[in-house]
C-alpha cells in the first residue's frame, strides 16, 4: 500500500483478554517499530524488527507483550491478559533501511481495556 | 495538503548554529508533540505542548494555537543533535495522531 497500515484502528477489550494488533509496512521497508502512547503522555518505544528479527526488544515492557513479523512484512502485537494500564494508542512504523533512516507511522491502533 | 506539514524537510547547520523547525496544522488540536528520532533509531518525545513555550536544557518549543503554529528550536546547536525531529497533532478525540513528514537535521563540526 502507500502507507503504513495499521489494524484494527480501534479496539476495545475486557481486562483479562487477549488483543493482537496488526501493521502492515510500507512494502519494501526492511525496518519496523513499534511504540506506544498512552493518553496524555509522549512516545514509548516497544520493539524494532530488522526483516524478521527483533535486535531491540528492550521496550517492551513486560512479559505479557510479544510481537513477530513474518515474511519480512507483516508484525503483529500481542499482548496478553490485558490490564487497564495498557489502554494507549499502539503506533507501527517502517523505514527502508535500519535506524537513521527517516520512519513512515501509522495512524495508530486505540486500545482500551475496560 | 498534508494536515500537518513540516518545514523544512532537510537541514544542515553549522555546529553553535540557532536552528528552527516549523510545524503548521489545519486541523483542530488537543495538543502538538514534537519528537526526536535518533540515528541509533528510537524515537525520543521531546515536547508535548497545547499552549505557550517549553524549554528543556537548549531546546524550546513555542506554539501558536491562533495561528496553527508551532516550531522548535535548538540553541549551539551540536553534531548531536544530529537526527530527525517530527511534529504529531493529537485530534481532540485524543485517538489518532497525524504526522508531519519530518525534519531531518544534520550538524556538522
Known amino acids: 500500500g502507500a502507507g503504513v497500515s495499521q489494524s484494527p484502528s480501534n479496539k476495545v477489550t475486557e481486562k483479562g483478554k487477549d488483543v493482537e494488533l496488526r501493521c502492515d509496512p510500507i512494502?519494501?521497508?526492511?525496518?519496523l517499530y513499534w511504540y506506544r502512547q498512552s493518553l496524555g503522555q509522549g512516545l514509548e518505544f516497544l520493539i524494532y524488527?530488522?526483516?524478521?528479527?527483533?535486535?531491540?526488544k528492550s521496550g517492551l515492557p513486560s512479559d505479557r507483550f510479544s510481537a513477530e513479523r513474518t515474511g519480512g512484512s507483516v508484525s503483529t502485537l500481542t499482548i496478553q491478559r490485558t490490564q487497564q494500564e495498557d489502554s494507549a494508542v499502539y503506533l507501527c512504523?517502517?523505514?527502508?533501511?535500519?535506524?537513521?533512516?527517516?520512519?513512515?507511522f501509522g495512524q495508530g491502533t486505540r486500545l482500551t481495556v475496560v | 495538503k498534508n494536515e500537518v506539514e513540516q518545514s523544512p524537510q532537510n537541514l544542515t547547520a553549522q555546529e553553535g548554529e540557532f536552528i528552527t523547525i516549523n510545524c503548521s496544522y489545519s486541523?483542530?488540536?488537543?495538543?502538538l508533540h514534537w519528537l526526536q528520532q535518533h540515528p541509533g533509531g528510537g524515537i525520543v518525545s521531546l515536547f508535548m505542548?497545547?499552549?505557550?513555550?517549553k524549554k528543556h536544557g537548549r531546546l524550546i518549543a513555542t506554539i501558536n494555537i491562533q495561528e496553527k503554529h508551532s516550531s522548535l528550536h535548538i540553541t549551539a546547536s551540536h553534531p548531536r543533535d544530529s537526527a530527525v525531529y517530527i511534529c504529531?497533532?493529537?485530534?481532540?478525540?485524543?485517538?489518532?495522531?497525524?504526522w508531519g513528514a519530518g525534519t531531518k537535521l544534520i550538524i556538522k563540526p
Open positions: 512504523a517502517s523505514s527502508w533501511a535500519g535506524p537513521g533512516q527517516k520512519a513512515f
Open positions: 512494502s519494501g521497508h526492511t525496518a
Open positions: 524488527f530488522q526483516g524478521n528479527s527483533a535486535p531491540d
Open positions: 505542548l497545547s499552549s505557550g513555550k
Open positions: 486541523v483542530g488540536i488537543s495538543a
Open positions: 504529531a497533532a493529537n485530534t481532540p478525540s485524543n485517538y489518532q495522531l497525524i
